[in-house]
């Protein structure tokens, strides 16, 4: 007979958690500060959010930031606050992020596969060379990761309100976000639990028609819709 496979000890399981945790750390930053563009963009979002605005503040005119969700912007507003434009401080507030994804995903995955499984992916997720790639980086990957996984375990549990707050963040963080709407919908809709699917959709799809209303009223078109539609013209 195949023997189980040895459950780690709890002590084990935090040494090899920190470990990871610690591999995320060191490899911060992992690239150079405006890089990839819009982790310029998201602190000068941020600032234009601390001033009490939304406008790019480095281009004439100052126009609207449109083509920037306020989530992430907004998620960078402490660092904003007490570090202003020390760019490292923002690299390390992201760096930490990341290096909590591994201890959130054996927490949540530990209830479904046993804790050592989980603690297998959640080791295979730290040392990804991609994931270490992007160490620091000013970017909304690894916020948008954890509060998936907070989303999956909210569902799980039932936790209606929660969930709603957590894809109200989601769809602010990144439109991307709007694509869970279905899944985060599905078991709500088939018990026709309504109040349960309205406590989940209804905040992040006020909150997204306000910023469309908003983009649209102040640039005339909405910034996503646009690029889709020149992405994709003519194309299957």
Not at 63 to 73: A, D, Q, S, W
Not at 183 to 196: Q, T, Y
Not at 199 to 219: C, E, F, K
Request: net charge positive; proline share 7%; with cysteine.
């Amino acid at each position: 007979m195949r023997r189980p496979f040895p459950e780690p000890s709890p002590l084990m399981i935090a040494a090899l958690l920190s470990a990871a945790s610690a591999a995320i750390l060191r490899a911060a930053p992992a690239q150079y500060f405006g890089r990839q563009h819009d982790d310029a963009l998201y602190v000068i979002a941020s600032h234009a959010l601390a001033s009490g605005g939304y406008r790019n503040l480095i281009c004439p005119g100052l126009p609207p930031l449109t083509m920037i969700m306020p989530g992430f912007p907004a998620l960078l507003l402490p660092v904003t606050w007490l570090w202003g434009e020390r760019f490292i401080a923002y690299q390390l507030f992201c760096a930490a992020i990341a290096a909590s994804l591994p201890w959130l995903l054996w927490r949540w995955l530990r209830r479904r596969t046993g804790a050592a499984a989980a603690l297998l992916v959640a080791l295979a997720f730290a040392f990804n060379p991609i994931v270490l790639s992007q160490s620091g980086t000013v970017m909304s990957e690894s916020a948008y990761a954890a509060l998936t996984i907070l989303l999956l375990a909210a569902l799980e549990a039932r936790r209606q309100a929660a969930a709603g707050g957590l894809l109200l963040a989601l769809t602010q963080l990144r439109p991307a976000g709007f694509s869970l709407l279905p899944a985060v919908l599905a078991g709500a809709l088939r018990r026709r639990d309504w109040r349960a699917a309205g406590l989940r959709a209804l905040p992040a799809a006020l909150a997204g028609a306000a910023w469309y209303a908003w983009s649209w009223s102040v640039s005339g078109r909405i910034d996503e819709f646009h690029e889709l539609s020149f992405s994709y013209a003519g194309k299957p």
